[in-house]
């Protein structure tokens, strides 16, 4: 018997990956979609790409908690507290790819999202998890916060070199690209095509919203609470997030010792590939799958430890996490429908 | 148990497109791959993507065919041939996705490849196979022909309205655009980035070496030899084929009946969709997958049938539907391993 | 003395690009723009790239025509005969770049555009030009109909080969393809980068409302009313225009003789390029000038001569052609301000 | 009477853009040009964009000299000094676009470059020149060392701090993007279409030769010797590099005592543009012109001072501060044949 999947928030880009995702896992099915801007719709008259393999119809976000065991909640920040509680009061599992679970402290969310928490009770149910770096905290009644993209490209990049001391908790700089799809499906002047083609800008500079996600996890690893200064940028690409990060090496820390910190750290994750010395992480390698590759690489003359990282934005940064960590909360193996090679090109 | 599966050229792109697909495919395995250029190395050196999903080592030829079940040529043409007789030989299954089989009239292939056959006598044993077109040819014991890309988006386009007599067999105008994978992983200047990004245009204007075997499959549809002009493009994107198609209208044709006629001929297709009146068949909706659609549009001030038709290069317009040949042989469902959702984005 | 321009709707791309390419005008200066959706901004707040070059404030259109001794208009269509009307009685000069005045036949207006001409009485005043072609037609008060991108890449390609008489005037064919400025700064879904990136298809197939004043042109040149079969496709590029055009050559037509024709028609036209046999038009060598390039393909196989045209949608499909109008009718050279080389990439 | 330019490694993509640069200036013109790959073909050939306006013939580099005033040199490195030598003896002058000349202290350039100077008396009449940092340097027997590409986006964007001492000369970090131009013509498996598009990542980690070159400009500016942490990234867009620079502010230093300090610095220079407070520097404002756009950024939570500087690696990144050069060195306005409007699209 598979698992009965909700999508609320269906027509956005990162519930329209879940869709594509979930159609070849085999323990789960999409029983409803629902859309608040295309309620009536089928999915395929959105996404003609879908058209034959997924033709539901986008139903009101209050039919569809019923017909499911788990909702996916792609929502706006501020909306998915109220529908966490309903899934909670119905006994329905909740993934929440939006930001409402996200932090640990309300102050950081009333800080970064202007709000505060509709459902405080419910926050001691919630786990923030990047399987990778957090799956023992999860258990089978955990409301799951479905990581950022930028943080969880961030936090497998960092978290063995902080969790292990090599680097200085302070100076931190993460220089991220993210590609378009991280803006969303809505229209913009910035990714209006003759605008975003043939441009490179940062963005939010040391002002994004992930800012305090990321701070969170790395303080978390250094087991000390840090700040670091962060910068994405919109990269003319579809998909994909490559994060440059910068830290100063404590004395004495060598090379092979920080390789074989990270190559220690993941040599059971499927999903994160730690390159040889000399190989360079590049998103073209993980597009379309839940991947993460990272390269680490030393700056010997200013004694900086420099870990690239690069993840899909809607699979591992969004859809393919979200299903990583449902297969979690089942008890099914986290690669379950996720056991997808990168295509070459 | 598994089908063997070798591939030869493994390091091309069709090739290792293979490899890709194959990964999931749960009735066939890998067991050899081999590559002249790459003689030694891991596959995963040669396309990183690949690290830990199949890091076989590339072989030589002559040592892939007794591990396998059935051998995958990726060759330039002019090459395959010897490597046919060998699998015919040892009682191996041979799926060709290069231009040798293909041409069922050695004059054709004289003129357009300056080549005669080398295996004469293997060609009777060879099936020309869109399998949605012509499964009905092929027995376990067949010699594929895998087409080329351009001639399948063209073929699936035209077959129905040149097979029921709807258009004239003159005067047929093919303008076709291909992604840059078509070309291949060579390197030359037009495919340098700086030369083939922000740029467009035609190349081997009424040349190309696929204008044959277009010519054939719609000769066969129309029951009479016929010629056709026809011009591809290179299109700065990677992936993806979108074939334009100009063929006037007989008289007293309607739009339903050509609706009809299609929806009718691909209706049990898992790989073909007819677009509903209206919608437009845009590559962007058929990447990495073996799926083609076709929208149909009518000028009646000049009394056209214009027929659009896309698929990915690689997949249907190869690797892909190598695959569904392999599956045709082997009596497996046609979709084993293929049933795929385009990504939206 | 400068002559004093105006732009009207100088916010759009097409308004943009005439206030670029007019900085570098020796004999011409823009003394005021205006724009709807920017009343009151600078032009380089619109447009960060004009910063220090073009800061003039975007007035109100009531307010420019007096400020001027030409107007250019940029604006949808049937706002701009009201415009014109109000330049004719102010003894100002207007260049139109919209389609108001492109017709000359009422009906044709009327049927593709639903509407009827305000200002019947300045249609007799106003002048269709693609300078290369009808700049016998205009003089000095000539209110100037500037030509749509396509129809100028069409019209220039095709030309020649009409008027000679040299193809058939029925069964031709016409696939273009056009750069995402073609559509404009307006935000749509199909110029959501992530929509239109990687992506290709045609619209409005044999629908778009360039169609009859490509016809009208080709009549001309053919000396006898003709329809033609024409379908636009969205090309994921910034700028340019790539027309294929495919028409039936008439029996003992041979190459040289049309070469020759193309080669004498614009011998002493500094903006067109015939390229020698067996060169292929691509758009990037005419990228941010006012150049077209044509190209000369024979398919002797099915007796179709082929004709590839080229040229920057924004440049000589708008901007740069209306300043070439300009030059014409205020008697400059017309390559005033235009001798731009095209970018190597 | 015009300026005569040679142009020495035209076909490369430098010394191409300096002959469409040229093109349009009213003071200099090319004589000569001289290539290694393509002696004897017409530079339209190779271009084919220059056709009607390029088509000289390059020559062998032995026969340009002595018809020009002035030699620009776009050559790999290590072969410059000999011509430098011969056009120092025959009174011509010499701009370099290579890296001979660039680095004052032979052991850095012994080490990056893993080669000695052949003509050590030539260097102390060579000056590295950013005109806006560096023009008192220059006089009119100077040989100019042309500044390489991400140098120049650096060195404009952090000297008015370090000057100024704002910030720690320790732990810059600096993290630019480049368009693929910056490869150069050559073709690479990095370069190639498919590899390259829908691609993104670091290269020579930490290991570029333009770091030493960074860090000479940079140390200048401090007055102290530092050293900074270097990671170019490639960017899959034809043209335009952008730096996004970290330093950590001293203490008690105000956002508008930078904004001041970076205003004054550049008020009278008509390529840089420093950006108000909130805007953020794009490459798309300033391809294919000699502009520099910077953006001044604080995070107050780290105290980082975040420069973002954007040009076109083409054109200030190297032909055109290479005019910009010449036109010092001859005594013109250093605008001259510069003053261009970046498009907006």
Chains 1, 2, 3, 4 share one sequence.
Not at 6 to 33: M, Q, S, W
Not at 169 to 194: F, M, N
Not at 278 to 304: P, Q
Request: aromatic letters at 8%; hydrophobic letters at 35%; a negative charge.
């Amino acid at each position: 018997m598979k698992i009965k999947v909700a999508i609320v928030g269906a027509t956005g880009y990162a519930g329209a990956e879940i869709v594509r995702l979930l159609y070849n896992h085999p323990n789960a099915e999409v029983t409803a979609v629902s859309s608040v801007s295309f309620e009536g719709k089928q999915l395929s008259e959105v996404y003609p790409a879908y058209k034959g393999f997924c033709d539901k119809v986008c139903e009101n976000q209050s039919e569809v908690v019923d017909k499911a065991d788990v909702v996916f909640a792609a929502l706006p920040h501020g909306l998915s507290e109220a529908l966490a509680k309903e899934c909670d009061e119905k006994g329905k599992r909740f993934i929440d790819l939006g930001a409402d679970f996200r932090l640990e402290c309300e102050e950081d969310y009333q800080q970064w999202y202007e709000k505060s928490y509709d459902c405080p009770e419910l926050h001691s149910k919630s786990v923030y998890c990047i399987p990778e770096l957090f799956r023992q905290n999860v258990n089978k009644d955990s409301i799951i916060a479905n990581p950022g993209c930028y943080p969880t490209s961030i936090s497998l990049g960092l978290y063995p070199a902080l969790e292990k001391g090599f680097v200085e908790t302070e100076g931190i700089v993460i220089d991220s690209k993210s590609g378009v799809t991280g803006a969303g499906r809505g229209l913009s002047q910035t990714t209006h095509y003759p605008d975003c083609n043939e441009a490179f800008s940062p963005y939010k500079v040391a002002q994004h919203r992930h800012t305090p996600e990321i701070e969170q996890s790395l303080s978390h690893a250094a087991n000390e609470p840090l700040k670091v200064t962060f910068v994405p940028h919109l990269l003319p690409v579809n998909r994909g997030i490559v994060s440059t990060m910068y830290a100063r090496l404590k004395s004495g820390v060598t090379e092979d010792e920080v390789f074989a910190a990270y190559n220690k750290k993941y040599e059971n994750e499927p999903f994160v590939r730690v390159l040889k010395k000399g190989a360079v992480a590049n998103l073209k390698n993980v597009k379309y799958t839940n991947m993460c590759d990272i390269s680490l690489h030393f700056d010997k003359r200013t004694n900086t430890l420099i870990v690239v990282s690069t993840i899909d934005n809607m699979v591992k940064g969004a859809a393919g996490q979200a299903i990583q960590n449902m297969n979690l909360i089942f008890g099914l193996p986290e690669t379950t429908g996720l056991d997808l090679v990168p295509p070459a090109f």
